[in-house]
């Protein structure tokens, strides 16, 4: 059989079949054979020897990754790490330490990966085929994320006490290591003396990243690696050519978070943007094999690893900054730019005087960063995508900005104080395009920033507009 046609597919599973597709760097077509031959490898009996033609090649094993969950905060993220992993085609195994039973059960994990979670060292289940020298031996990479202070001291010192540090101990895999602590904890001279250790024993590490601490007012260096930040380590150390990676060659071009605008030296007027939106799409993107560079106003997010992050402070500087980065294939701009700035900004503090009236801050409208480089005579990236976030009218808005700013895409969001959008970690997206309006679930950032990279893939191969 050469050909199959398939009829009567509903919009709605055309669309799911073309992310698909996007986010494993293949086109349509491909994608659905791969569906079918991996449906067909599932169900069918082999014909046995000589009795008919060649059965087709077997498909190449998944590669088998162990994840070791310690019992710190970001136990939540390893959540999200175990689909980033899944996504990328690896059979993905999970340990969760007595302690990181705490912040995750296993039932969550266990439907995640698809398999049984492991516990136990002494598991009457496995009574009697040595349950963690096999979990050792069928890895061919074990991660620990989050990797907690007491793991790393543990695996430093050889000691075997529970599953999770016993196939440490026995295995013979590479270990990487995503740890996450307090940032008094990492700096601690036995945390940094356990760290040399492991890697003079050739333990592999990612982060830990630089931002703020689940604890209230703390930052520092000690916050996991982000899950996608994992995976991407993953996949150079196990070698997945085949990974996905839709927007290899493709230079995109984002911004991200407020603008401050000076009233004086030491004042400014902002915006409650946290950033966290563009941060997550040049996380995707840069998993998506991107050449990604991010302007970004003052934000309290950590800079993504492979990402070029160029800092500023106003619009005016923002817009420099975009100028100077261009060209690009892409620009994305997430960034919530201040649409006025003070024309009479103090060069000295303003004085406050008893007696005197309070000063008056003349406004000055500041340059469209959006509307400027989509209007551009040349060097205009080939997809402008801009964020309309309204409090009102979000649908009707969003469509006379596309018009009114010359960009490709809208992502229109609505920001108004009860959703908690703005600086929250969820955000609810409805994609407006020159052929109609796509309304995507309501989601996390970093499922949202996964969505519109499928999305941007498949524009760019052709298969959407
Ligand atoms: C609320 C809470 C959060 C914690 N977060 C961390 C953390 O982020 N990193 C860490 O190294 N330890 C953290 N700990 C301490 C570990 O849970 C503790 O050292 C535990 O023994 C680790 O066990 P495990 O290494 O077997 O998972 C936390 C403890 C609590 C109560």
């Given at each position: 059989?050469?050909?199959l046609?398939?009829?009567?597919?509903?919009?709605?599973?055309?669309q799911?079949?073309?992310?698909?597709?996007?986010?494993?760097?293949r086109?349509?077509?491909?994608e659905?054979?791969?569906?079918?031959?991996?449906?067909?490898?599932d169900?069918?009996?082999?014909?046995?020897?000589?009795?008919?033609?060649?059965?087709?090649?077997?498909?190449?094993?998944?590669?088998?990754?162990?994840?070791i969950?310690g019992?710190?905060?970001?136990?939540?993220?390893?959540?999200?790490?175990?689909?980033?992993?899944?996504?990328?085609?690896?059979?993905?195994?999970c340990?969760?330490?007595?302690?990181?039973?705490?912040?995750?059960?296993?039932?969550?994990?266990?439907?995640?990966t698809?398999?049984?979670?492991?516990?136990?060292?002494?598991?009457?289940?496995?009574?009697?085929d040595?349950?963690?020298?096999?979990?050792?031996?069928?890895?061919?990479?074990?991660?620990?994320?989050?990797?907690?202070?007491?793991?790393?001291?543990?695996?430093?010192?050889?000691?075997?006490?529970d599953?999770?540090?016993?196939?440490?101990?026995?295995?013979?895999?590479?270990?990487?290591?995503?740890?996450?602590?307090?940032?008094r904890?990492?700096?601690?001279?036995?945390?940094?003396?356990?760290?040399?250790?492991?890697?003079?024993?050739g333990?592999?590490?990612?982060?830990?990243?630089?931002?703020?601490?689940?604890?209230?007012?703390?930052?520092?260096?000690?916050?996991?690696?982000?899950?996608?930040?994992?995976?991407?380590?993953v996949?150079?150390?196990?070698?997945?050519?085949?990974?996905?990676?839709?927007?290899?060659?493709?230079?995109?071009?984002?911004?991200?978070?407020?603008?401050?605008?000076?009233?004086?030296?030491?004042r400014?007027?902002?915006?409650?943007?946290?950033?966290?939106?563009?941060?997550?799409?040049?996380?995707?993107?840069?998993?998506?094999g991107?050449?990604?560079?991010?302007?970004s106003g003052?934000?309290?997010?950590?800079?993504?690893?492979?990402?070029?992050?160029?800092?500023?402070e106003?619009?005016?500087?923002?817009?420099?900054?975009?100028?100077?980065?261009?060209?690009?294939?892409?620009a994305?701009?997430?960034?919530?730019?201040?649409?006025?700035?003070?024309?009479?900004a103090?060069?000295?503090?303003?004085?406050?005087q008893?007696?005197?009236?309070?000063?008056?801050?003349?406004l000055?409208?500041?340059?469209?960063?959006?509307?400027?480089?989509?209007?551009?005579?040349?060097?205009?990236?080939?997809?402008?995508?801009?964020?309309?976030?309204?409090?009102?009218?979000?649908?009707?808005?969003?469509?006379?900005?596309?018009?009114?700013?010359?960009?490709?895409?809208?992502?229109?969001?609505d920001?108004?104080?009860?959703?908690?959008?703005?600086?929250?970690?969820r955000?609810?997206?409805?994609?407006?395009?020159?052929?109609?309006?796509?309304?995507?679930?309501?989601?996390?950032?970093?499922?949202?920033?996964?969505?519109?990279?499928?999305?941007?893939?498949?524009?760019?191969n052709?298969e959407?507009?």
């Amino acid at each position: 059989m050469a050909s199959l046609t398939v009829r009567q597919i509903d919009e709605a599973l055309k669309q799911q079949l073309r992310l698909r597709a996007a986010r494993h760097g293949r086109s349509v077509e491909d994608e659905v054979r791969t569906i079918l031959r991996e449906a067909a490898s599932d169900t069918e009996t082999p014909p046995s020897p000589g009795s008919g033609p060649m059965p087709a090649a077997k498909p190449v094993a998944a590669k088998r990754v162990l994840l070791i969950v310690g019992g710190g905060i970001a136990a939540y993220k390893s959540l999200d790490l175990i689909r980033r992993m899944k996504e990328r085609g690896l059979a993905v195994r999970c340990i969760l330490t007595k302690a990181a039973e705490e912040f995750i059960t296993p039932l969550s994990a266990g439907a995640i990966t698809g398999e049984r979670v492991f516990t136990d060292l002494f598991d009457p289940a496995h009574e009697f085929d040595v349950g963690h020298i096999r979990l050792a031996r069928e890895a061919d990479l074990i991660v620990v994320a989050p990797a907690t202070a007491d793991l790393m001291a543990k695996m430093a010192n050889g000691l075997a006490g529970d599953l999770a540090t016993a196939v440490l101990l026995a295995t013979t895999a590479q270990i990487l290591l995503a740890p996450a602590m307090n940032p008094r904890m990492w700096m601690n001279k036995a945390t940094q003396r356990n760290l040399a250790q492991l890697i003079a024993d050739g333990v592999a590490t990612i982060g830990p990243n630089e931002g703020e601490m689940a604890e209230s007012g703390e930052r520092g260096l000690g916050r996991m690696a982000e899950p996608l930040e994992i995976a991407a380590g993953v996949e150079k150390i196990l070698k997945l050519h085949g990974a996905p990676r839709p927007l290899k060659g493709k230079r995109i071009l984002i911004t991200a978070g407020p603008t401050h605008e000076p009233i004086d030296p030491v004042r400014y007027i902002a915006n409650r943007s946290s950033g966290k939106q563009g941060y997550a799409i040049a996380i995707a993107a840069a998993a998506a094999g991107a050449d990604v560079i991010l302007v970004s106003g003052p934000v309290n997010v950590p800079k993504p690893q492979g990402v070029t992050v160029i800092d500023v402070e106003s619009a005016r500087d923002m817009l420099a900054a975009v100028e100077r980065a261009l060209p690009a294939d892409v620009a994305i701009f997430a960034a919530a730019v201040a649409d006025w700035r003070v024309a009479n900004a103090g060069a000295q503090k303003i004085k406050k005087q008893a007696g005197a009236a309070t000063p008056d801050l003349a406004l000055t409208e500041n340059p469209d960063i959006l509307s400027t480089v989509a209007h551009r005579a040349t060097g205009r990236p080939g997809l402008v995508i801009g964020f309309a976030a309204e409090t009102e009218n979000v649908l009707a808005n969003a469509k006379a900005k596309l018009a009114k700013k010359g960009c490709d895409w809208i992502l229109a969001n609505d920001v108004s104080p009860a959703t908690g959008i703005m600086g929250g970690d969820r955000n609810t997206i409805q994609l407006v395009t020159a052929s109609g309006v796509e309304a995507w679930p309501p989601q996390s950032k970093e499922d949202a920033a996964a969505t519109l990279i499928a999305r941007i893939a498949a524009a760019l191969n052709g298969e959407q507009n």
